[in-house]
């Protein structure tokens, strides 16, 4: 129950449903850029907590990150994370496209992760039934292992693994690379596969 | 995260990415040995079992002092330094703790802390000098500072 170990299926159903959610997302882009956005089909890891690190990078590269506490049908962390090269190339599309002045930024990555992350809470929510919230989402631009560290700290003993969801957007001919990370404490977790085997079994059946 | 060395000079032992955890470095002047812990916790009974001694700070500092003595270093003659302990986010507070968990436990100890970079609002990297043992802190688009 503690490992999150899932089958080739299980896998494949996690990929189709995160695929959903970053194309909710680009959904969501596209209309607070009055632009369209393509998505790339989103990379799916599942890692140990303390190597996700070695996923993102340098522990020291300078990251946007946007972190939220996830409470309801399955609780925990949950990160939004922009490599500061692609968060400054974003900002600038966002100004020229919203107008929305410099200055305006910070406000602005909130909203795009608040986009991001409910577009793969609702992909989940459609998939397996499960309602999942979460709380404001706060700011942080600094080295990727500093914005993570206390989440790992206070989860590692009770989940050592993590969900990491890598999409990328197309706008205008940039690509930007975004990375979402769901961190479900150990009692959540189960329940989060359990939905998903349900899920996906029905699915079957339907089919069959 | 969660590691520790105790070595000696000429070696610079690092620690990148700090935000809420402590590199907690001690260091034996004379014998020019030191050892650096990446603290994430401030006590032990906060992480399960499976994890390495050096991750919370009582278990790290008893950790770090037992290699020491194992080397031959003078607890008498230890000093301490620390860096990290950020607050990151508003709405977290485990780097004040490890902080605090951190300065009492030195203080039990009798070892006495001479050099203190922490809180704020930024990540910190460090590297420990045991040549010199200068802790060398790094942020983020800021010049380094030696403590």
Redesign the interface.
């Known amino acids: 129950m503690e490992a999150l170990t899932l089958s080739e299926e299980q896998l494949d159903y996690l990929r189709e449903m995160m695929n959903i959610g970053t194309g909710n997302a680009a959904t969501a882009l596209s209309r607070l850029l009055h632009q369209a956005v393509d998505a790339s089909v989103p990379e799916i890891h599942i890692c140990r907590l303390?190597e996700i690190?070695a996923v993102l990078g340098?522990?020291?590269r300078?990251v946007a990150g946007v972190?939220l506490e996830m409470t309801g049908d399955v609780e925990g962390y949950l990160f939004f994370i922009v490599p500061d090269s692609d968060r400054q190339r974003f900002t600038a599309l966002l100004q020229r496209m919203t107008g929305k002045a410099a200055g305006q930024e910070l406000p602005a990555m909130l909203e795009v992760a608040s986009i991001a992350v409910e577009s793969h809470l609702r992909a989940i929510r459609d998939f397996c039934g499960l309602n999942i919230s979460h709380?404001s989402p706060?700011?942080?631009i600094?080295?990727?292992?500093?914005?993570?560290?206390?989440a790992?700290?206070?989860v590692?003993?009770?989940m050592p693994q993590v969900i990491l969801i890598r999409s990328e957007f197309i706008i205008v001919g940039e690509h930007i690379s975004t990375y979402l990370l769901i961190i479900p404490d150990r009692e959540s977790v189960a329940r989060l596969v359990d939905s998903m085997e349900h899920a996906r079994k029905q699915l079957g059946t339907t089919q069959a | 995260m969660g590691e520790g060395i105790v070595t000696l000079a000429p070696a610079v032992i690092s620690a990148d990415g700090l935000g809420s955890c402590v590199a907690l470095a001690l260091y034996d002047g004379g014998r020019r040995m030191g050892g650096l812990a990446h603290v994430m916790l401030p006590r032990q009974g906060d992480a399960c079992p499976a994890f390495t001694r050096y991750q919370c700070a009582d278990t790290a500092l008893a950790a770090l002092l037992e290699e020491l003595q194992r080397m031959g270093a003078q607890v008498p003659q230890v000093v301490a330094k620390i860096a990290g302990g950020a607050r990151m986010f508003a709405f977290s507070g485990i780097g004040e703790q490890n902080v605090a968990s951190i300065r009492q436990l030195l203080a039990e100890t009798k070892i006495p802390l001479v050099g203190a970079d922490t809180g704020g609002r930024h990540g910190r990297s460090v590297e420990f000098h045991l040549e010199s043992g200068k802790l060398i802190v790094r942020e983020l688009g800021q010049a380094d500072k030696e403590i």
């Not at chain 1, 600094?142 to 206390?150: G, N, P, T």
């Open positions: 303390p690190s340098q522990p020291e300078q972190r709380s706060g700011l942080a600094d080295m990727v292992q500093a914005v993570l560290d206390e790992i700290a206070r590692a003993s009770r």
